[in-house]
């Protein structure tokens, strides 16, 4: 990925200096040339092309912030009702998530969203325990986390999902 970051900021500028000129639509234009002749190389190559990840890592920011949102209205929801009626219990997530920065973000944002509480991870890794203040359908939860979030994750931090 540094490469393709490195190679595109060499021809932006390969294309600034053959214009002879420094105004921001030879700026641009040289870009977006860059950026074409770099991904038309990486796709030969197989590889994934840098903008991809950027673009992963925007769509899980902005899902993050839809379930954040969404969480704390149905949170609100709940304690403000006359009656509470929670079914709070410790649900185990199986993951595929295999570095520690994986897991962290993965624990972190479920931490961070209300109604749920991550705990700690299985002595093996595979397993993430984590708390839901509502936890009737088990496999409904876990499916959401899953499809949700831990996809969104593997899409940011690996290349080939």
């Known amino acids: 990925m540094l490469f393709q970051i490195f190679m595109t900021v060499v021809i932006t500028v390969t294309w600034v200096l053959f214009q002879n000129s420094l105004t921001l639509i030879d700026i641009v234009i040289g870009y977006l040339i860059s950026v074409g002749v770099v991904y038309f190389f990486i796709s030969l190559k197989g590889e994934r092309f840098y903008l991809g990840r950027a673009w ?10 839809r379930e954040l949102i969404s969480a704390n ?32 973000l993965l624990a972190a944002v479920l931490t961070l969203t209300p109604g749920s509480l991550s705990m700690e991870f299985s002595s093996e890794g595979d397993t993430l325990f984590v708390h839901f203040l509502e936890a009737e359908d088990r496999e409904k939860q876990i499916r ?18």
């Open 56 to 65: 992963a890592t925007v769509i899980f920011i902005l899902v993050f912030f």
């Open 73 to 104: 209205l149905h949170v609100a929801k709940i304690v403000l009702s006359p009656k509470i009626k929670i079914s709070p219990g410790i649900i185990a997530i199986p993951t595929k998530l295999k570095t520690e920065t994986e897991k962290t």
């Open 144 to 161: 959401f986390i899953l499809e949700t979030f831990e996809k969104r994750i593997l899409e940011v931090t690996r290349d080939n999902v």
